[in-house]
């Protein structure tokens, strides 16, 4: 690969990781390319960008994004995700499906260098919009038992009024 071609991956990544919360690192090695193109499909589909590049050039364009602490060794899929929990879910649900593969290698979360137990602590938390849902059940709930206690009260208005 020409130099220019190595600058321009570099830029590339650079652009992705601008908009991003998250970057995982994972090993893929094991995983065949039926099973790498469903990857690649389902975090297209969760609009996350999975990119396989040199350590190198990933090294190059995490540190010239202000970002450090990061080490790599062996094959790298970067995972480039705006919802950090959405995109480890989707890997850890993805691992357990084909035998731990990818492995993830650790990270960036918001700024902060992650190991993989994070990762996966990530993956458990609700993701954005069951967060929503859950705290709108809640709002839903707090509004029938408000309810309940209004025509409750009114019922014992009436009753006070009628004796």
Do not use: H, W
């Amino acid at each position: 690969m020409k130099r220019t071609e190595k600058e321009q991956l570099v830029i590339e990544l650079k652009e992705k990781m601008k908009g991003a919360t998250a970057l995982y690192y994972t090993d893929f090695t094991g995983l065949n390319v039926k099973r790498m193109t469903e990857l690649r499909r389902r975090f297209r589909k969760a609009g996350v960008e999975y990119v396989v590049i040199k350590n190198t050039l990933a090294l190059k364009a995490v540190n010239e994004s202000g970002l450090a602490g990061v080490r790599l060794k062996g094959p790298t899929g970067v995972v480039v995700a705006k919802d950090a929990v959405a995109a480890a879910k989707l890997l850890t649900d993805f691992a357990k499906e084909n035998d731990a593969r990818p492995t993830v290698k650790g990270g960036i979360y918001e700024g902060a260098v992650v190991d993989a137990a994070l990762v996966k602590k990530l993956a458990a938390l609700p993701t954005r919009d069951e967060a929503l849902g859950q705290l709108l059940g809640c709002f839903n709930s707090v509004l029938a038992m408000f309810a309940l206690a209004l025509e409750a009260r009114k019922t014992q208005l009436e009753e006070a009024s009628a004796n």
